[in-house]
């Protein structure tokens, strides 16, 4: 929805709930897009922010399990004099 800031200030708590509700609220000047309402993210609670970390950690070893360890990665542009090829 898009409406105009002079006839917002009179809606403001109406626009306020449409855009927490998830609908679009866009206000303009002299017809331009200037701000958009959105809700605010809420904060992640003591578990989820756990759940969040874990998965990460989880993330990173499997994705560690899969190529090459760091140390050994560039192995290939090196010969066996340990020399660039």
């Known amino acids: 929805m898009k409406i105009s800031v002079?006839?917002?200030k009179g809606q403001l708590s109406e626009l306020?709930?449409?855009?927490?509700?998830g609908d679009e609220v866009i206000l303009t000047?002299?017809?331009?897009p200037a701000v958009r309402l959105v809700p605010v993210?809420?904060?992640?609670d003591r578990a989820?922010?756990?759940?969040l970390l874990e998965a990460a950690r989880a993330a990173?070893?499997?994705k560690a399990?899969?190529?090459?360890?760091?140390?050994?990665?560039q192995d290939h542009l090196y010969g066996k004099d340990?020399?660039?090829?």
Not at 65 to 73: L, T
Not at 82 to 85: A, D, K, T, V
């Open 82 to 85: 340990g020399l660039p090829r």
């Open 6 to 8: 002079s006839e917002a």
């Open 16 to 21: 306020v709930r449409r855009a927490e509700a």
């Open 29 to 32: 000047r002299h017809g331009h």
């Open 48 to 51: 989820q922010r756990r759940a």
């Open 65 to 73: 399990r899969k190529g090459p360890r760091a140390a050994r990665s």
């Open 41 to 44: 993210a809420r904060p992640l």
């Open 60 to 62: 990173g070893v499997a």
